[in-house]
């Protein structure tokens, strides 16, 4: 059991908190736990998360809801910017834009979103994201843009 403290981790730098919850020592965030997903890299600028879908996932078509693809670009590209937030800095999306060039489906093996730092500055970030199959065959792509708050 950590002893990490909220306040200990207010001190830290983003990529130090991440790597908290990578190893599972603080705030893990519930929607990894809701949809199922964690880290497996994590450097400044650049995190990867890795999904395996399954059946509670499913859109009435029979495959993956695009809303599971976006929510998992979305973590990537935002934990992305995250990593290399000062102590006392936070973040917000702001804007979001998701291509989706396959579908995912239940039993196909892990999937994995690399979010990747574009530009960071003192007031918004950019970066952009891919999800590849378990192939390795592009399932998405996106960018976002984050307000550094």
């Known amino acids: 059991m950590s002893t990490v403290t909220l306040d200990d981790v207010l001190r ?10 990578r190893r599972g020592e603080f705030m893990v965030p519930t929607i990894g736990d809701l949809l199922g997903f964690g880290i ?10 890795e999904l395996s879908p ?6 009435p078509m029979g495959t993956v809801h695009g809303g599971v693809t976006a929510t998992l670009l979305d973590s990537a590209m935002a934990c ?9 800095q936070s973040y917000t999306t702001a804007q979001l834009n998701v291509h989706y060039l396959r579908t995912m489906t239940p039993g196909m093996g892990p999937g994995q979103a690399t979010g ?14 891919k999800l590849v199959g378990p192939d390795g065959k592009l ?11």
């Open 12 to 21: 830290m730098r983003g990529i130090e908190q991440l790597e908290l919850v």
């Open 139 to 149: 399932i998405a792509h996106a960018t976002t843009t984050c307000l550094i708050l």
């Open 54 to 59: 399954d059946e509670r996932m499913l859109n």
């Open 40 to 49: 497996v890299q994590l450097a400044e600028g650049e995190v990867t998360f």
């Open 80 to 88: 992305a910017v995250h990593s290399t937030l000062d102590p006392g």
């Open 116 to 129: 990747t730092v574009i530009h960071r500055g003192r007031k918004q970030a950019t970066a952009e994201g």
